[in-house]
């Protein structure tokens, strides 16, 4: 059985680091082609993609609004996927989900995504 579990989320400052974890099981990520996708859902806004990283080439893929401040990084021997977040604004208080997609190539569409995790809350505070 397929199953994404993320973890790290918190109450955190503006300007403050944090560091969401993604762990998979029923599939391994070293040997499995699907990419993994981190996104988050605000109050009243649609779930948007924040990152991804194709588990064929390791190409990663960041949202605008986060590059240069959100690195995803993948550790097969631990079967974790992490989003390191760093420079926190309040803009980013959202629920953040991973998920698996259907194939190793990313995209920031929810539908190409077949298994997602319950969420884990990141709140930022000004």
């Known amino acids: 059985e397929v199953q994404l579990v993320e973890s790290g989320g918190g109450l955190v400052q503006a300007g403050g680091s944090l560091r969401l974890s993604c762990v998979a099981s029923?599939?391994?990520?070293?040997?499995?082609?699907?990419?993994i996708g981190w996104f988050r859902q605000a109050p009243g806004k649609e779930r948007e993609g924040v990152s991804c990283?194709?588990?064929?080439?390791?190409?990663?893929y960041y949202l605008d609004t986060v590059k240069g401040r959100f690195t995803i990084i993948k550790d097969n021997a631990k079967n974790t996927v992490y989003l390191q977040m760093n420079s926190l604004k309040p803009e980013d208080t959202a629920l953040y989900y991973c998920?698996?997609?259907?194939?190793?190539?990313?995209?920031?569409?929810?539908?190409?995504?077949?298994?997602w995790g319950q969420g884990t809350q990141v709140t930022v505070s000004s």
């Open positions: 998920a698996r997609g259907g194939s190793s190539f990313c995209s920031n569409l929810t539908a190409e995504y077949d298994y």
């Open positions: 029923g599939f391994t990520l070293d040997f499995d082609d699907y990419a």
């Open positions: 990283i194709s588990t064929n080439d390791g190409r990663k």
